[in-house]
């Protein structure tokens, strides 16, 4: 039965090739528009660390001494209260972070000193975010503590500098300072960068620079304070700083992260963090009101609103316009539908039902929706390829994937058939005697 | 003139669904439209924003030093640049600065006029400046002076910034003063009080981003220059037709006295226009994208308009030609089908203003927009009045050509 249908549609669509492949652009523009937009969303908004992201939290408080009292904590800490909340280890996993830029000479001759984005962190960071490594590993917190001269570096450099070699003891210069690798990332690319995500929230919305690649050089907290004083982005101050001196800056400038693999964990390292926020009050080393959060990352992703309100502003748009493109088709399914009436009215004499009608008419707009489905699969291939010449950070990751594939197909079939449902009935009402008359 | 509108009223009744349809296609893409087109508005508005600069004549260049130095040594050494520079063949005049208007950051500070204020009374962007500032940029001095050589001090990046006296953009001291003067006054920038000594009358901030919109043009200038071991910005004017050889001679120049430094390949020497290409790039990019899809929109509701009135007068050629022998004229009937369509389109575009506000509300409430402009407004009822007129000429043009023997076949 359905091949018999299927076999009217053709015949019905190729009566009228001009309104049919209008038909069949309006939702494939409509689609393309859609699935472009909905795929950079769903690209842009995934989890940045599968599996894992529900046991990483962000603990803050408010280290400042100043006159103004923030409502919310900065969206980093001090390097004090971070480095005792790292050093406690009352966390299953614990890593401070301070970005930075570094002066790197290239042990290579020909090539040019360059300045590299860093991130000066501790050995628990790379299993803590379950880092791949190509080459080597990290370096391990005995050396660390010694402000071992190690690094890790990305593939993006070790391509840079090395060609892609295994380049774990080669030495480049930092700052002036000779730095041996010991590990080189394989491609590694969280979106967004979340555990640089400070800032987000004051960006009115502007965040597509949280979705750069990683940093390229990974140094031990205390050799990058060693061999890179002065260069580190700070957060805010409420002090003076001595630019030097980032362990006793009054600035926030560390990002702590910390794993709590059971909810019980997670209440265990809450109550900690607020014990000690009041011990260091009872000190007088902080002065503010105690005011301390501790969000997991996906609470800290949506407070910091991490899709860029662009992205989510074109795809409301591009729904809207998938919308337009609809009522588009439910309009000409009906006056074409509604024009064949004296032949329904035959077929209705000759004894099909309102439901055959119904079902014939419904597997022309599904044929409709098919070849729109096509057409916006290649308009979203087209639209992505324009996403990825755009000045934007993720420009890079902006690909078709197979669940967006499916569900382009699925949508075009879906808002087809939608779209055709009530012309459909319409013209499955027509009843057969009237028809008859006319004739 | 009988403008037929009951018997249209009586036959659009029979035909409700599709009217409806039409009406509801109109309305959203009419609702759509105004709000793209309004966010391309305010995207490109920003565009054509002058800096305060020379612009033609300006380019810079981002020097970086390499190897360990002292900031005495730093300033010995960015000097010993601009003296080459300003020897340069075509060089009007060259000045340094820790950045400059559109670079995307830089410092930005808060603004007191009492230092016991809790809060700023605005943000400020901080601009360094030496004594060769002022007229490299090409900028306009309204009131009071530029900086003397002496006013000039060093500071290194770990200093405290307290300028004595600063020059301001007429901007900022407008949001400081209201008109009143200001040279002579006394502002408090980190803390500290500096007296300004002279009014530029426009300067952009470094940043176009949104989180920056509030304090675009409130600028400061402090008389010093800033030693950073990262390195700093020298900016160039050139004679008038100079740009491009200068922007060629100048990196080789400055390599031949001290080849230990590096320039970025990709923003080591812009020119102003570069600049101000890249600082705008997304904006242009999403004004683009906004445009495509007005245009396609019309270009479907058109053909959707196109399609529903040719059925339309497919289904009704016997009647065409049952009025045409009753003595209707062809014009009789091309009016018949334009104000046909003028009904649907006009109760579309009524339903669509509601729509369209309604929409703009909720860009304002959830995407912080401004309020839609009624010229928007206005102009999106008159672009869809036309083209719903338009889409439905040609169809009821071919129905006006129905023959009036078309009344005694059968149909």
Redesign the interface.
């Known amino acids: 039965m359905f091949g018999y249908y299927f076999d009217l549609a053709m015949r019905s669509l190729k009566r009228n090739k001009v309104l049919t492949g209008l038909m069949v652009l309006a939702i494939a523009v409509g689609i393309g528009a859609s699935m472009t937009t909905l795929t950079v969303m769903y690209l842009l908004s995934g989890d940045p660390l599968p599996g894992k992201s529900a046991r990483i939290y962000y603990p803050q408080l408010d280290p400042e001494t100043g006159a103004d009292v923030r409502k919310n904590p900065a969206d980093l800490l001090d390097y004090i209260s971070a480095h005792d909340l790292w050093q406690s280890g009352k966390a299953d996993r614990q890593t401070m972070v301070v970005f930075g830029s570094i002066k790197l000479q290239p042990g290579l001759a020909g090539q040019s000193p360059f300045m590299a984005d860093t991130l000066a962190t501790t050995s628990d960071f790379f299993p803590m975010f379950d880092v791949p490594f190509r080459y080597g590993g990290a370096w391990n917190a005995a050396d660390e503590a010694r402000g071992v001269r190690q690094v890790v570096i990305s593939d993006v450099l070790n391509q840079r500098l090395f060609g892609g070699a295994n380049s774990v003891g080669r030495t480049i210069v930092l700052n002036g300072t000779g730095v041996q690798v010991v590990g080189v990332l394989d491609h590694w690319r969280p979106r967004p960068l979340f555990y640089m995500l400070v800032g987000a929230r004051y960006s009115g919305g502007d965040t597509g620079g949280y979705y750069v690649r990683p940093q390229d050089v990974f140094l031990p907290m205390p050799t990058a304070l060693d061999i890179n004083a002065g260069n580190f982005g700070w957060f805010s101050c409420w002090g003076k700083p001595d630019r030097m001196d980032l362990r006793n800056a009054p600035c926030e400038s560390v990002g702590l992260w910390v794993q709590l693999d059971t909810a019980a964990k997670a209440a265990a390292y809450r109550r900690y963090l607020d014990a000690y926020d009041a011990q260091q009050r009872a000190l007088g080393r902080l002065s503010h009101p105690a005011n301390t959060r501790m969000m997991s990352l996906h609470e800290w992703m949506a407070y910091q609103n991490a899709v860029p309100s662009d992205v989510k502003l074109q795809t409301w748009l591009a729904f809207g316009f998938l919308l337009v493109c609809l009522f588009n088709t439910v309009g000409l399914l009906l006056a074409k539908f509604l024009r064949r009436s004296g032949e329904i009215g035959v077929r209705r004499a000759l004894g099909a039902t309102r439901g055959a009608i119904f079902a014939q008419c419904l597997a022309e707009a599904g044929v409709i929706g098919l070849l729109g489905g096509v057409g916006g699969l290649l308009l979203t291939l087209l639209g992505l390829w324009l996403v990825r010449q755009q000045p934007v950070a993720y420009a890079d990751v902006v690909a078709l994937n197979v669940p967006m594939l499916l569900l382009t197909i699925l949508l075009a079939v879906a808002a087809s058939l939608l779209a055709g449902a009530f012309p459909a009935l319409r013209a499955s009402r027509v009843p057969p005697a009237l028809q008859l008359k006319t004739l | 003139m009988d403008m037929q509108v009951g018997p249209i009223l009586s036959a659009l009744r029979r035909h409700k669904?599709?009217a409806v349809?039409?009406a509801?296609?109109i309305a959203?893409?009419l609702?759509?439209l105004c709000n793209?087109l309004f966010?391309v508005h305010q995207r490109l508005s920003h565009l054509s924003e002058p800096t305060g600069l020379d612009e033609a004549n300006i380019f810079v260049i981002q020097n970086?030093w390499?190897?360990?130095a002292s900031y005495a040594q730093l300033d010995a050494e960015a000097r010993a640049d601009l003296e080459v520079l300003r020897r340069l063949p075509g060089v009007a005049d060259v000045t340094t600065s820790n950045s400059y208007p559109l670079r995307g950051a830089g410092w930005d500070d808060g603004i007191r006029l009492h230092p016991d204020q809790?809060?700023d009374t605005t943000g400020a962007t901080v601009y360094f400046a030496d004594e060769h500032f002022v007229r490299t940029l090409g900028l306009k001095l309204v009131a009071g002076r530029d900086f003397r050589a002496g006013d000039i001090g060093v500071m290194a990046?770990?200093d405290?910034l307290d300028p004595s006296q600063v020059i301001v953009t007429r901007a900022l001291a407008d949001t400081l003063f209201h008109g009143d003067t200001a040279v002579g006054r006394t502002l408090y920038l980190a803390g500290s009080p500096a007296t300004i000594v002279g009014v530029v009358d426009r300067l952009q901030a470094q940043s176009v981003?949104?989180?920056a919109?509030d304090f675009a043009h409130r600028v400061v200038i402090v008389p010093r220059r800033l030693t950073s071991?990262?390195g700093t910005y020298y900016i160039v004017r050139t004679h008038p037709g100079q740009l491009a050889a200068a922007m060629r001679a100048a990196p080789a120049a400055l390599v031949a006295r001290n080849p230990r430094r590096?320039f970025?390949p990709r923003m080591g020497v812009l020119s102003f226009a570069q600049v101000r290409e890249?600082a705008y790039?997304?904006d242009r990019?999403?004004a683009t994208?906004?445009g495509v899809?007005s245009a396609?929109?019309l270009a479907?509701?058109a053909?959707?308009i196109v399609?529903?009135t040719s059925?339309?007068v497919?289904?009704r050629r016997r009647q065409i030609g049952v009025r045409r022998a009753l003595g209707a004229t062809r014009h009789d009937i091309v009016r018949y089908f334009l104000v046909e369509n003028l009904l649907v389109s006009g109760s579309g575009i009524l339903l669509g203003v509601l729509l369209a506000l309604a929409?703009n509300l909720w860009?304002i409430l959830r995407?912080?927009m401004q309020g839609l402009s009624p010229a928007y407004l206005a102009a999106g009822v008159a672009v869809l009045l036309l083209l719903g007129q338009a889409a439905a000429l040609a169809p009821a043009l071919r129905a006006s050509r129905v023959p009036p023997v078309e009344a005694t076949r059968?149909?």
């Open positions: 669904a599709g349809l039409i509801l296609q959203l893409t609702a759509i793209a966010i970086e390499v190897g360990k809790l809060t990046a770990q405290r981003a949104r989180w919109a071991t990262l590096m970025d890249r790039e997304s990019g999403m994208l906004m899809i396609v929109l479907i509701t053909a959707g399609g529903v059925f339309r497919g289904q929409m860009l995407f912080g059968a149909g």
